[in-house]
């Protein structure tokens, strides 16, 4: 393995999403219109959010952030309700399997899996790396989140009220096979590899964590996952969404994303946007598109 520390984009097919499900009460109502294509079922107010999954070269180990849907996502939604906001697409060869089929990788390849948090397009294809020897790493809350309230012998959704009492995008066929202990769980801000950071961002699920990379030319990313949940969730004050679990959390940990920014210029990955957000010296930051690669 050579000296070199690289991040690579997998995007992984796009969802249609009510723009208003993800950035509640965003005053400008186009602020996504960037995310219009690509997905053949987009309704009045929806944009195409794409999924994405990250490969890191590190002297240390190959790293995978994410795992994408699952093929069988649709499969797998239980739910009646909000059919729509799992309407899926691909296109002709972006499932996450393809993708690292396309990089010439395979599951035994990695050293290392971080899952952000557990919604099942992050967590899609977690079931195809606990079966290999890689390290699998989520925040210790994640787990005992997901334990707590969404692993019981019964559904949540036969003790709760669906979509008002219990969170939701979850799916047991993601992360079953971690229990009881095949996860490797990190809290606070770890350094697990030199210059590679999993750090807590608490509030868009229980243990939300982003990726701090410190790259050789592009210097420090934080692909920050859900949590800055589109390019148009930055700005000053941040934009929330109703798919936050906790609200309050939510805004320290944005806030929180806004000083490392500052503290470290980094570029800012969003969890569903094709541009990610750069500091700027002119402007409070302008946005990028994202390139298939950064070293
Ligand atoms: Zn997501």
Known sequence: MSGKISLTVLECGVTAL????????????????????????LGEGQIAHPVYAYVIEHPGGRILVDTGFSDAARKDWKNEHYKGVMDYEPGDDGLFTQRLEQHGLKAGDFDDVIITHLHTDHAGNVPMFAATEARILLHEEELRGIVDVKGGMLRDDLLTMWGVTSPQGFTRKDWACLMPDRATTVFGDMEIYRGIWTVSLPGHTW???GVAVNLPHTGWVLLASDHIYLAATWGDPFVGNILNQDPSAWALSAVKCRRLQEKYDMRIFPGHDNKIIVPDKHEPFVLEDVRPSYD
């Open 18 to 41: 009510d723009f208003e499900l993800v950035a509640t009460g965003h005053p400008d109502k186009q602020a996504s219109k960037h995310l219009s294509r690509g997905h053949p079922r």
């Open 207 to 209: 243990g939300s964590i």
